[in-house]
């Protein structure tokens, strides 16, 4: 026990030499400020390397909703605003600094930045278990609301929402099952269930349907324009066949752009 408690003293101590001996001038960053705006259309940026999480810092104008009008994709490194909404993002993440890195604080920065982004990984998980379970933008009241398709459809679980139903379009009618809310984790969630891709399936045509939460990737959803994009694979929600009718399936296809593809909220 005394070993173990001196070789902690020991390594606390070379840290702190280390962190001593860095250059005045930071190689990292714990946080970055963007200024992305929409004129009305879609405007992405690219993130900067090493961005692990984006929160929304000040709206500058329109309205800006996560996930409909703002949001990130860390697998494209890409953060876009529409619909009219202008704001001021905080990045958080590890960002390195090339040109002032010196040979001999490498390792004193290595070891830093493995901190740092573990305290920030265990911050993004906390905050996500938080934000996983509250709605959007409908004051927490759960209520959620009607996604629209065309031809005066909605997103409905058919039938009723229990686990299994499969994802449809039908008339609006604003009934439970037609109640969607957003997460911050880009879950759609109803009646307490998720919009799921079965079974995990990437191939075109796979179902959707209402299932348990679960945190998979094939539950999280990205809203790109008046696209629905699954965020395991980038296919677009798709009403089946093209044939926008009341009880026609809806699946998971490459985005091509046709009106079977496209959705409002």
């Known amino acids: 026990m005394k070993h173990v408690k001196t070789h902690q003293r020991l390594m606390a101590t070379a840290l702190s030499a280390a962190l001593l001996a860095m250059p005045v001038a930071p190689a990292w960053a714990?946080?970055?400020?963007?200024e992305l705006r929409?004129?009305?259309?879609?405007?992405?940026?690219?993130?900067?390397?090493?961005?692990?999480?984006?929160?929304?810092?000040?709206?500058?104008?329109?309205?800006?909703?996560?996930?409909?009008s703002w949001g990130y994709d860390l697998s494209s490194m890409e953060i876009w605003v529409n619909t009219g909404c202008s704001a001021r993002f905080t990045l958080s993440g590890n960002f390195s600094d090339n040109e002032h890195r010196s040979s001999t604080s490498g390792a004193a920065i290595a070891a830093v930045a493995a901190i740092a982004g573990l305290a920030l990984l265990a911050?993004?998980?906390?905050?996500?278990?938080?934000?996983?379970?509250r709605p959007?933008?409908?004051?927490?009241?759960?209520?959620?609301?009607?996604?629209?398709?065309?031809?005066?459809l909605c997103l409905d679980i058919s039938g009723r929402a229990v686990e299994g139903a499969r994802a449809i379009v039908f008339g609006c009618h604003n009934g439970?099952?037609?109640?969607?809310?957003?997460?911050?984790g880009g879950e759609l969630k109803v009646s307490g269930l998720c919009l799921d891709v079965a079974g995990g399936n990437s191939s075109n045509g796979a179902e959707v349907i209402a299932f348990r939460c679960n945190g998979g990737d094939n539950q999280r959803w990205q809203a790109r324009g008046n696209q629905i994009?699954?965020?395991?694979?980038?296919?677009?929600?798709?009403?089946?066949?093209?044939r926008l009718r009341p009880g026609q399936?809806?699946?998971?296809?490459?985005c091509n752009g046709g009106d079977n593809q496209r959705w409002w909220w």
Not at 30 to 34: D, H, I, P, Y
Not at 123 to 133: A, E, I, L, P, T
Not at 229 to 242: P, Q
Not at 249 to 254: S, T
Request: aromatic letters at 6%; hydrophobic letters at 20%.
């Open 30 to 34: 714990a946080e970055q400020s963007l």
């Open 38 to 68: 929409s004129d009305g259309g879609y405007s992405s940026q690219r993130l900067p390397a090493g961005t692990r999480d984006v929160d929304l810092d000040r709206q500058l104008s329109g309205n800006c909703r996560f996930n409909r």
């Open 123 to 133: 911050s993004h998980h906390k905050n996500r278990d938080r934000d996983d379970d």
């Open 136 to 152: 959007d933008d409908n004051n927490g009241s759960g209520y959620g609301r009607q996604i629209n398709s065309g031809g005066g």
């Open 176 to 184: 439970s099952n037609q109640r969607f809310d957003w997460g911050r």
């Open 229 to 242: 994009r699954s965020r395991m694979n980038g296919k677009c929600l798709d009403v089946r066949d093209g």
């Open 249 to 254: 399936a809806v699946q998971l296809w490459d």
